[in-house]
């Protein structure tokens, strides 16, 4: 047991040693695009998250990212901490899939301008989300407070922005897309 304990903190140690490298520009280039958009995004999942629990810890408002991938997969809001882990485990790995759309999708429209194009999707990933909660009336999700809709504007503004940087580090043919 003592065995695994020790092969997991060496595992997350090179995971954070990684994302340490990413920020600070020393990174080593992955060649698979998929790869590099699920990181990519995964990454700034977690970097969205941070706001959206920043202003809910804060009591700015009661409505958290996770709680939509929790009335996705459980039909409502969660009621305990495992369902709280389930939907926010749910939320990123959500966020990496968008990753890798964005990684297929930024060949077409080029790689000019890329933290524009990036911010501009996470917005309309965010409003579209929003849109679709409205269309298929999902429970505790079709109404928002003032101050939920402007923290998860900025929280997707985050996302792409970071997204977006993230991709442009790590993916090796950046310059072909």
């Known amino acids: 047991m003592q065995n695994r304990a020790i092969k997991v903190e060496k595992y997350s140690r090179t995971v954070v040693s990684r994302i340490l490298f990413v920020l600070q520009g020393e990174v080593e280039r992955i060649?698979?695009?998929?790869a590099a958009g699920l990181i990519s995004?995964?990454?700034?999942?977690?970097a969205m998250n941070?706001?959206?629990w920043a202003?809910?810890?804060?009591g700015l408002y009661d409505e958290r990212l996770l709680d939509w991938a929790a009335v996705v997969t459980l039909g409502r809001l969660p009621d305990n901490s495992a369902e709280v882990?389930?939907?926010?485990t749910e939320q990123i790995f959500f966020t990496g899939f968008l990753g890798v759309l964005f990684a297929y999708i930024?060949?077409?429209?080029?790689?000019?301008?890329?933290?524009?194009?990036?911010?501009?999707?996470?917005?309309?990933?965010?409003?579209?989300l929003y849109a679709l909660a409205?269309?298929?009336?999902?429970?505790?999700l079709t109404v928002h407070t003032f101050y939920a809709t402007v923290s998860h504007l900025i929280s997707a503004s985050i996302y792409g922005l970071v997204l977006a940087?993230?991709?442009?580090?790590l993916y090796q043919n950046y310059s072909t897309m």
């Not at 995004?41 to 977690?46: F, P, S």
């Not at 202003?55 to 804060?58: V, W």
Request: hydrophobic share 50%; charged share 15%.
């Open 41 to 46: 995004g995964l990454i700034a999942g977690v």
């Open 85 to 88: 882990i389930l939907a926010q």
């Open 55 to 58: 202003g809910y810890i804060l």
């Open 134 to 140: 409205i269309v298929f009336k999902l429970p505790n």
């Open 165 to 169: 940087y993230l991709l442009k580090k």
């Open 106 to 128: 930024l060949p077409i429209l080029g790689s000019r301008n890329y933290l524009l194009k990036g911010w501009i999707y996470g917005i309309m990933a965010n409003q579209s």
């Open 50 to 52: 941070f706001i959206d």
């Open 31 to 34: 060649k698979d695009r998929f």
